[in-house]
């Protein structure tokens, strides 16, 4: 399926894009003007929009959703991301971190135990040699000079921390889901600000995207939770940035 729109429709659709996804059009991989989805795909997105009801915006909702489904696909924004590769450089940040520490509350006649599975041993450590000379110029390139032993903290707090429930590693989903509920409540309106059918519709969005399997576990009990979660998550960051301004 071709998706043919006025150069008008297109610029409507890459403002919503741009405002509620963070995908500006020059990012895309190609223009919009020539952006296809198969029609199977096509026809998933526009029943399972369906499911929803109608509203006064549903002709401008059909396009900005098959655009976005495209260009997840399609996109090396998107699909340039390995979640495995993600999942390894979230790790080495993770030890980075617990290295920083260790560095900042190291002193000068401190030992070292370097231990694993299969043995240990002791560096002396003289005149802290070991983050003086090797770690430490290493940390410096990998997270920055002017990162903080109290920030480096919280980000590793943040990190190991472990919610109950299904968790999802991929890091398109946040930022797709809480686009989406975004501009449906802004442009769709519901009764209630998370209802079964905008959940349902966001996990079906994902699945046609390619990033939730079709056999997926995800609920919309986890959606909502989610969204509650990343919509508290983003009125924090915003407010910290405007009490710092």
């Known amino acids: 399926m071709e998706l043919n729109y006025t150069p008008e429709q297109l610029n409507e659709a890459e403002g919503l894009l741009a405002k509620y996804y963070e995908i500006p059009a020059e990012a895309l991989h190609v223009p919009l003007a020539a952006l296809e989805l198969q029609n199977s795909i096509a ?3 526009m029943d399972a929009y369906a499911t929803m009801g109608t509203s006064p915006h549903d002709e401008l909702l059909h396009r900005v959703f098959l655009i976005l489904t495209c260009v997840v696909r399609t996109s090396p924004e998107f699909t340039g991301q390995n979640p495995v590769d993600l999942k390894h450089a979230k790790r080495l940040r993770l030890d980075l971190l617990r290295l920083y520490i260790l560095n900042g509350t190291t002193r ?28 430490g110029p290493f940390l410096e ?44 409540t802004d442009l769709h309106g519901f009764r209630t600000p998370m209802p079964n059918v905008l959940c349902n519709f966001i996990i079906r969005l994902l699945q046609l995207q390619g990033i939730f399997p079709e056999n997926t576990d995800i609920d919309t009990l986890w959606v909502r939770a989610q969204l509650r979660y990343l919509n508290g998550k983003a009125k924090k960051q915003n407010q910290e940035s405007s009490s710092g301004s």
Do not use: C, Y
């Not at 002791?122 to 090797?134: G, K, M, P, Q, S």
């Open 43 to 45: 026809k998933g997105v």
């Open 108 to 135: 000068a006649g401190d030992a070292l135990i370097v231990k694993n599975r299969s043995r240990s041993f002791r560096l002396e450590n003289d005149a802290n040699w070991f983050f003086r000379e090797l770690a």
């Open 141 to 184: 390139q990998h997270l920055g000079r002017h990162i903080t032993r109290e920030q480096a903290r919280k980000e590793l707090e943040a990190g190991e921390s472990h919610r109950r429930g299904r968790r999802v590693s991929d890091p398109r989903v946040p930022r797709l889901m809480l686009g989406t509920w975004r501009l449906l």
